[in-house]
């Protein structure tokens, strides 16, 4: 006899089952398998039944396909056909923002050589009120400095040559660097 310590599992498998016992566990275990069986056989052979064959379904893969890529065709074609359509209808305004940017440069570049001017013009000698350190500054000797002061005012640097208050070499080597204000 088997001892009482040993687990249920081993005992049952050392134990003769009767033969009833046995077919009804065969049974509890055979049936669900063939029920299953039979379930995964009549479910494929009736999908089987509602898909068309592989060749069929192939055909239908690459009209779908097909259709595909004709619909991807046209939709580009369209968008290219609107993209000229807006470049044709936008080709007029491109050239009057075009020729707004050359303007906007030309202006420009004058307004920066009015301001360089204006900023030279800053830096010029007034002949007119100028000390005659000053005017040596500028390139002329003491001497024409002196003469300079003594013939003023002036209503024009050109009169330095002009009433020859200096020379005119001495005028070329200065009229970059004095002015005339008027106030």
Known sequence: MPEASEST???ASRLPMPRRIQTEMNSRIVLPVIAAALLTFGCNRQHAADQPDRGQQSSNSADQQQ???NKAR????KIGETAREAEIRTRGEREKIKQGAIDLAAKTKVAAEGVVE???????????TATRERLVQ????EAEANNVIAHRPYQSKQELVDRKVISAASYRGIQDQVAVRHK
Do not use: Q
Request: glycine share 24%; hydrophobic share 30%.
């Open 74 to 77: 046209t939709t580009g074609e």
């Open 9 to 11: 599992g081993v005992l």
């Open 138 to 141: 500028t390139g002329l000797s």
């Open 118 to 128: 204006g900023w030279r013009a800053g830096n010029l000698t007034d002949i007119n």
């Open 67 to 69: 259709d595909g890529n």
